[in-house]
């Protein structure tokens, strides 16, 4: 007896030279089939033929009527995102899921072993039996302000560097005068360069006037955030469209706690910073701009925390820290301006 499906999906796992497709299918029992899979380079050509070969697959089932699909991939750094706006510019449902998410699942279904080919069928079955958020994104200029504002930080840290050497040149009792003008040119030119990155990032966000509209009343109200640290919380996340939950986003910027307890051994949690360290970096330096202001919920966390743990100053940093980058996201997601004045701040996310 002929198969019958009822929905079809395509797993993509991509490395940076090629990736792996596995096109397959839930039949009418419940039961996942891989129907194809193939190879292909991760450059245009490669995901040109692989979006013909998709095609071709989906035509093969055109006899059963318009059936249900999507394709899975998951994040991994840089090097799926030609091949996602590929799919997206063809008009093809493309999900983006977390790799964290994409490991429990796999997990889940029994398989231990990892090779790009296993992982593909094990993505391709997610893609069949999970109903996964479509992904598009937040908004034209949304990638290109994430590279300025990853270029401008590793400038920041290149100027941090170079004015390091140039402090200990200026003190130390040899020290040769070319290397040393060479690093003052240097840290100019790097100056130079943090304020053309500084200048393109606010090209690009006051142009963005679905971005600037949602995020000028957040920084405005939230005292000690900056527009800087607000935008990369907002880039890395692409508009925090992948984020369906607080507890996600504390997950995916590694804020998330670990505990390890069983009977009667209790150990202390500790946050596991698996995540999305730029986020991190950039809330820190907020977190203490806020609490030098010394007012607000925010800082009456801060206070909390410090009386619970006196010895250890940055447990109550990072308790701000999280509770600012979740504030971001519900102030974010609602189009709402942050309210000091509530009492319980419940509207707010504290």
């Known amino acids: 007896m002929k198969r019958v499906f009822v929905r ?21 029992e419940g039961n996942f089939v891989i129907r194809a899979r193939k190879k292909f380079k991760n450059q245009p050509s490669g995901i040109n033929a692989y979006l013909a070969w998709l095609d071709k697959q989906r035509s093969k089932l055109s006899g059963q009527g318009e059936l249900p699909f999507q394709a899975v991939m998951e994040t991994t750094g840089v090097y799926h995102e030609n ?3 590929a799919a997206y510019e063809a008009g093809l449902p493309v999900c983006l ?3 964290k998410k994409v490991k429990r699942y796999l997990h889940s279904i029994g398989q231990e072993s990892k090779t790009d080919k296993l992982d593909a069928a094990g993505i391709c079955q997610m893609s069949c039996e999970r109903r996964c958020k479509r992904w598009e994104p937040f908004s034209p200029n ?8 990853r270029h401008r930080k590793s400038l920041i840290k290149a100027k941090t560097r170079f004015s390091n050497q140039l402090h200990a040149m200026r003190y130390s009792r040899v020290a040769d005068k070319e290397v040393k003008a060479s690093v003052e040119r240097l840290l100019k030119q790097t100056e130079k360069e943090i304020k053309k990155a500084e200048q393109r990032i606010m090209e690009l966000y006051q142009a963005d006037t679905c971005l600037s509209s949602r995020l000028q009343p957040i920084v405005e109200s939230v005292k000690g955030l900056g527009l800087f640290t607000a935008l990369t919380a907002v880039a890395e996340t692409n508009g925090f469209a992948q984020i369906t939950s607080r507890k996600q986003l504390a997950s995916y910027a590694g804020y998330d706690v670990l505990e390890n307890s069983s009977g009667n051994v209790t150990k202390k949690g500790r946050m596991s910073k698996r ?3 730029r986020i991190r970096a950039a809330m820190y330096m907020s977190a203490v701009c806020v609490i030098r202001f010394k007012e607000g919920p925010l800082y009456e966390l801060f206070t909390r925390v410090r009386r619970r743990n006196p010895k250890v100053y940055k447990i109550a940093n990072v308790a701000v820290q999280r509770k600012l980058l979740l504030l971001i996201y519900t102030l974010f997601k609602k189009g709402e301006a942050f309210d000091p004045l509530d009492s319980t701040n419940k509207c707010n996310g504290i």
Not at 8 to 28: E, M, P, R, V, W
Not at 142 to 149: D, E, K, M, T, W
């Open 142 to 149: 949304i990638y290109s302000l994430r590279a300025a504002l």
């Open 97 to 99: 899921e977390l790799a």
């Open 8 to 28: 079809t999906g395509c797993g993509l796992d991509i490395s940076k030279n090629d990736f792996h497709a596995c096109f397959g299918g839930q039949d009418t």
């Open 275 to 277: 995540g999305n360290a």
């Open 83 to 85: 091949l996602l706006f």
